[in-house]
């Protein structure tokens, strides 16, 4: 039976992935900050760890208290949406703490182990926003385009070792708490002169057409864990997918 961990498991896309799993027969380490396991179907596959990915210290003991481990998914993160003229330095520092050196760091933490057994997945979630300059995601779009180039180049280093990287890209999800944290982490001293940029962006977010459920970033992770020939970059969801060029 194999291991999956997964970080940022108290809601979205972590929370479905460790369902996913859970449904699926494999031995599930969901981590949270504040680890809660109510979220969670009971079953004897499954472990909550306590691990926050900005914090060295967290990531040592989630790794020792995890014991061996299949895949690795880091999924934890946080939007900001401001111009990056007004976006403050702090929110910047923030996302690239989470969503890149969070990442880095817990990939670095876990890797030792897959390469010497000589199989793993690491999957890193980011955005499809790194397809495309939309407006307002200067700092969160560069937090996550960073993670894809460190991916591509992990990709390389590790596939002589039989461990594989991959990267999920979701679209716009109004179904999980991205947005909502997004607008707390949004909080900015903002210029006038970007109010109706920033009006019609959120406009935009809030429109209609397609976006991407729990759910496809779940598969998404599932195609990457079990799937030895799929692409190195997964884009889930309906919208992700059309801007990747693939529907
Ligand atoms: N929803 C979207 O539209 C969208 C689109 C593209 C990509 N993404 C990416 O998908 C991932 C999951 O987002 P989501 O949509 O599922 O949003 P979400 O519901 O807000 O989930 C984010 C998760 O990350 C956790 N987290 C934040 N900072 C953390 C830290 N320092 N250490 C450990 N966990 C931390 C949160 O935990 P707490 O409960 O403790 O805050 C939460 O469990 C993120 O990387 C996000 O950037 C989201």
Not at 98 to 105: H, I, L, Q, R
Not at 145 to 163: D, I, Q
Not at 206 to 232: I, K
């Amino acid at each position: 039976m194999k291991t999956i961990l997964v970080t940022g498991c108290s809601s979205g896309f972590g929370l479905e992935t460790a369902r996913y799993f859970l449904d699926r027969d494999w031995r599930v380490i969901a981590t949270m900050r504040r680890p809660d396991a109510d979220v969670l179907p009971r079953s004897d596959r499954l472990r909550v760890l306590a691990l926050d990915v900005d914090d060295a210290a967290s990531i040592r003991a989630a790794v020792a208290a995890a014991g061996p481990i299949d895949v690795l998914v880091n999924n934890a993160g946080f939007g900001a949406a401001a111009p990056f003229e007004t976006l403050p330095m702090e929110a910047v520092r923030g996302m690239f703490e989470t969503n890149t050196f969070g990442t880095m760091a817990l990939t670095q933490a876990v890797l030792p182990q897959l390469r010497a057994r000589g199989e793993g997945v690491v999957v890193n979630v980011t955005s499809s926003v790194t397809y495309r300059p939309v407006p307002l995601t200067a700092g969160y779009r560069a937090s996550k385009a960073a993670v894809n180039a460190f991916t591509e180049v992990l990709a390389e280093e590790v596939a002589p070792f039989g461990v594989r990287a991959h990267l999920v890209l979701p679209g716009r999800a109004p179904e999980t708490r991205f947005a909502d944290s997004a607008r707390n982490h949004s909080q900015v001293a903002g210029s006038d002169a970007y109010a109706e940029m920033v009006r019609g962006v959120f406009a935009q977010f809030a429109g209609p057409g397609p976006v991407t459920r729990a759910r496809d970033v779940a598969e998404a992770v599932w195609r990457a864990a079990t799937d030895p020939g799929c692409p190195l970059h997964l884009p889930a969801g309906e919208d992700a997918l059309a801007w990747a060029g693939l529907a």
